[in-house]
């Protein structure tokens, strides 16, 4: 099992620009997570997914997208990047509510 | 808005020393409390949680307590090791209702051991 994948590891963007950032499960969990997590900060959560098709709005979610059309995929996607949305984003998944297995994050920088 | 928060932001421990990592948290309607482990340029690792009618529990060299009555929680290591140098979050979680499945973090404690 290769568990979390994320993809790319590291994206340097332009103001304007817009990209996805991949993740991949291969656990067959229901849940899916994506988080940005800011320097010295913990984690906050920008959107959900209890299984494919249903997604849901977590703390951040201004200026992300995603969709679940699949149990593996939960790409997440930025629109009209900004500034503030440098930071590392890290994907997860579960299949108990509390057990979450966390990609190794992809890091953005936003300029 | 419901948050969960450490005591102290940076602990320095010698090796085989006990450690004990500190957590408040505010929403009293949290069903389950988590400790995670965040290695430096890795994503956080599960390491132990416990349920909200329980208020002790213990894995391998690490113990969780709970106390609800002052909404507070701590990890504690056991013969700290340098592996264990890393950062530990808290989180909470629901169980139920529009926050089911969502985990809400803490800001994190560094701990680093000494050789």
């Known amino acids: 099992n290769a568990g979390v994948t994320q993809t790319p590891k590291f994206r340097i963007l332009k103001i304007g620009q817009s990209m996805t950032l991949q993740c991949t499960q291969d656990m067959n969990h229901n849940y899916m997570y994506w988080y940005r997590q800011d320097p010295g900060m913990g984690l906050k959560l920008i959107y959900y997914?209890?299984?494919?098709?249903?997604?849901d709005k977590g703390e951040v979610p201004n200026g992300y997208n995603v969709s679940r059309s699949t149990t593996e995929d939960f790409p997440l996607r930025l629109e009209l990047a900004a500034p503030s949305q440098t930071s590392v984003y890290f994907c997860?998944?579960?299949?108990?509510?509390?057990?979450?297995?966390f990609g190794p994050g992809t890091r953005l920088t936003v300029t | 808005g419901e948050s969960v928060g450490l005591h102290l932001p940076t602990l320095s421990v010698q090796e085989g020393d006990n450690s004990i990592i500190n957590c408040a948290y505010s929403n009293s309607a949290s069903d389950y409390f988590i400790w995670y482990k965040q290695e430096s340029g890795k994503g956080p690792q599960f390491i132990i949680d416990i349920r909200s009618n329980m208020d002790k529990r213990q894995g391998q060299r690490v113990t969780v307590l709970l106390n609800k009555t002052v909404k507070h929680l701590s990890l504690q290591i056991a013969a700290t090791q340098p592996g264990d140098s890393a950062v530990y979050f808290c989180?909470?979680?629901?169980?139920?209702?529009?926050?089911?499945?969502?985990?809400?973090f803490g800001q994190g404690t560094i701990l680093t051991v000494h050789p």
């Open positions: 997914s209890v299984g494919a098709g249903i997604t």
């Open positions: 989180a909470e979680a629901a169980a139920g209702g529009t926050s089911y499945g969502k985990l809400t």
């Open positions: 997860a998944s579960s299949s108990l509510l509390r057990e979450q297995y």
